[in-house]
Each structure stands twice: as structure tokens, then as C-alpha cells.
């Protein structure tokens, strides 16, 4: 019996490891090596692409304006701070180059607010001088009766009675620190502030609107309860230029802008005219200074010859003259160095006095 049992016992034994050598193999997790891995590896990638798309594609949305501490380091949520202002403090006309793009958003932009009447600092003789010259003492070869106003791409006035217009000319920290630390409360010939010059061009005070709207809210904003009239920054005659300014208008719907700055450069007096006519009209009927213009072609081809020159403000002084919302004009010229200006536009001669066209314009000579 003893025999017997020991027998199935071995038996059973063998059949059970025989059975055994066809079981199911054991997965190990290590046997497919990165496989899981790679396919996790692959799931982030197109995660961050979907992502990175997003933030490329979505609209570019106007932002809380930050606090004066920011934006006197030249530092805005909405936009990288521009580039240093040049050395120079005249502008250099940026003629029709081409501008950064506008807001990618598909609204509409929407009109400014109802314009604040312009008041009184502007009701002024309207032929302004555009002077870069300092404190020079030819400055009184070019005031005639005419001359109501003037102004020198920055917040510092030569020694004069006539009106001078304070300007910001652009955002970076130390201009807005000199800015704030000349400009006093409104009083006397200085009553009125530019905005900055062609914001939307890199070559000059290269602004995008958000960080324009940011800067206007600390530095300039505040000027409008001190009795300040306040014109708006002066975009290019690039056509975008207008673009920008309706960004920055859809940012900085609270600020205060009383009348619009504008720039002009090319040869035909029936664009130029069109041109000033379309910033009051497109921007609620708003007054307009016209701080810059020049007889120059930067679109390629030829000058207009001096004749043509003359023929120009022969036509376009006595239509700005006769505008009730044209509250001033500021021709680029009354300088030696013209800066890649048509030399035929020259208002002053190399002895300081004003050439036959700058006698024409000071005098209303047409």
C-alpha cells in the first residue's frame, strides 16, 4: 500500500510540472524598454504644440494699465519697453516704412470717445515752427505775427513768449523721468503736451499702443487736471499709422486727448489735404495740429522740383489756414540739417535767416 500511494505520488508530481512548462509567460514590465515612455514623450509634444498655438493664435487683449512704479522703469504687462531714444532730440521723418501690424483681434476697433473741446491753448496764430536749434539767437528771424507756436521734439522751451508745446517724445524711463521733472503745472507759454513722436516706427519712439496707453496714464494723464491741453501722440504718414492709433485709443479709452497730431511726407497737395481731413473726420471731429510735413518722397522716384515746392504750400497754407479744426502747422525745415529731407524744403538758410519759402510760410506770403 505504502508502495502504491508513494508511486501516484511521484506520478502526479511529474504531470504537474509537465503542465506547467505550457502556462502563460509572466509580463515584465522592463521587457518593451521606453516604449511607454516614447509614447508619453509623444503626447506632451503635441500637448505643447496645441498650446504654443493657442497662445500665437489668440487675439492680442488691452490689459489692466499697471502702476506708475512699472511703467517709470519702462516696464508695461502689455508690452516689452521700446529702445532708448536717440541721442538726437529732432525726429527723423519715417516717411512711409513699414510699421509693426496691428492688434490681431478681429473686432472692430471702436470709435474714440466724445473729443474734450480743445480749449483756448490752441486758439493761437496757426504757422508753427518744428525748432531743434536750442536757444539760438536766429529764433527771431522767424517770429512774425504769424508764428503762434512752436515746439523742439522735447519738454525743454528756448527763452521766447510765443506758446512752446511741451512733448514726451517717447516711453523710455529716462525720458520720462526728464519729462516729469520739467514740465510744471500749466501757466504762462507752456500749456499744451505732445504726445510721442511716430510710435509706430522703430526707428523712432517705437511704442506698441498698450505700452503707449500705459505711459500716457502715468506721465501725461495727470497734466489734463493741472490745466494741460493734450494732443495725441503723432504716428508715421505710414497708412498703419492709423491702425495703431485706433489701438490705442481702444486701450486707453479714459485718456484724455483734446486734439490729434499728425505727420505727413509726400509731393502732392491733394493727398496731404485728404490725409489732415481724414484725422478729424475718422477720429470724432477732433481739432488737428499737423506737426510734421514735408514736400519728400520716401517712397522711391523722383523729388518735386523746388517749383513744385513752392506750388505745394501755395496750396495747401492758405487751406490749412482756412480749416477752423486745423489749429496749427509745424512744416519740417526750420534747420540747417534737414536729415534726408528734399534740401529744396529748407526754411532757414545757412546764415540763419529764413530762406524764400520759410519767408513765404512765416509771412503768409501766398
Known amino acids: 500500500m505504502a508502495t502504491t500511494k508513494l508511486f501516484h505520488l511521484i506520478a502526479f508530481t511529474a504531470l504537474a510540472l509537465f503542465a506547467s512548462s505550457y502556462g502563460p ?33 489668440s487675439p492680442k487683449r488691452c490689459r489692466q494699465r499697471p502702476s506708475s512704479s512699472i511703467v517709470a522703469s519702462a516696464t508695461s504687462a502689455a508690452a516689452p519697453p521700446p529702445s532708448s531714444a536717440p541721442a538726437q532730440t529732432t525726429s527723423k521723418p519715417a ?3 513699414a510699421a509693426p501690424a496691428p492688434s490681431s483681434s478681429s473686432a472692430p476697433a471702436p470709435s474714440p470717445a466724445p473729443a474734450p473741446p480743445s480749449g483756448g ?4 496764430a496757426k504757422v508753427g515752427l518744428a525748432w531743434p536749434n536750442g536757444p539760438d539767437a536766429s529764433l527771431t528771424h522767424f517770429l512774425t505775427p504769424n508764428v503762434g507756436a512752436l515746439y523742439t521734439w522735447s519738454p525743454f522751451c528756448p527763452d521766447t513768449d510765443v506758446q512752446c508745446y511741451q512733448m514726451l517724445w517717447g516711453g523710455a524711463s529716462d525720458k520720462v523721468s526728464e519729462f516729469k521733472s520739467v514740465v510744471k503745472p500749466a501757466g504762462g507759454n507752456k500749456r499744451v503736451i505732445l504726445g510721442f513722436n511716430e510710435p509706430n516706427e522703430s526707428g523712432q519712439s517705437n511704442m506698441s499702443p498698450e505700452f503707449a496707453c500705459a505711459v500716457w496714464h502715468d506721465a501725461i494723464e495727470p497734466l489734463a487736471k493741472q490745466g494741460y491741453t493734450l494732443v495725441s501722440p503723432a504716428t508715421s504718414g505710414n497708412p498703419k499709422g492709423i491702425d495703431w492709433m485706433h489701438s490705442f485709443f481702444n486701450c486707453c479709452k479714459d485718456c484724455t486727448v483734446h486734439a490729434m497730431g499728425v505727420h505727413w511726407y509726400d509731393i502732392h497737395a ?4 485728404s490725409w489732415v481731413q481724414r484725422w478729424h473726420d475718422e477720429f470724432d471731429g477732433r481739432d488737428v495740429l499737423v506737426t510734421e510735413y514735408a514736400v519728400q518722397n520716401f517712397n522711391g522716384g523722383p523729388q518735386a522740383s523746388k517749383d513744385e515746392i513752392f506750388a505745394f504750400h501755395q496750396e495747401v497754407g492758405p487751406w490749412l489756414d482756412s480749416q477752423p479744426w486745423v489749429k496749427g502747422y509745424f512744416p519740417f525745415g526750420f534747420m540747417h540739417n534737414l536729415q534726408g529731407v528734399n534740401t529744396d524744403n529748407a526754411l532757414m538758410a545757412g546764415n540763419g535767416q529764413p530762406t524764400d519759402l520759410g519767408w513765404k510760410i512765416i509771412n503768409n506770403a501766398y
Open 270 to 273: 491733394k493727398d496731404f489735404k
Open 25 to 57: 509567460e509572466p509580463v515584465n514590465a522592463l521587457s518593451t524598454p521606453g516604449l511607454h515612455a516614447r509614447h508619453h514623450a509623444m503626447h506632451d509634444t503635441i500637448a505643447r504644440r496645441k498650446r504654443d498655438t493657442t497662445k500665437r493664435d
Open 121 to 124: 491753448a490752441l486758439d493761437v
Open 95 to 97: 516717411g512711409t516704412t
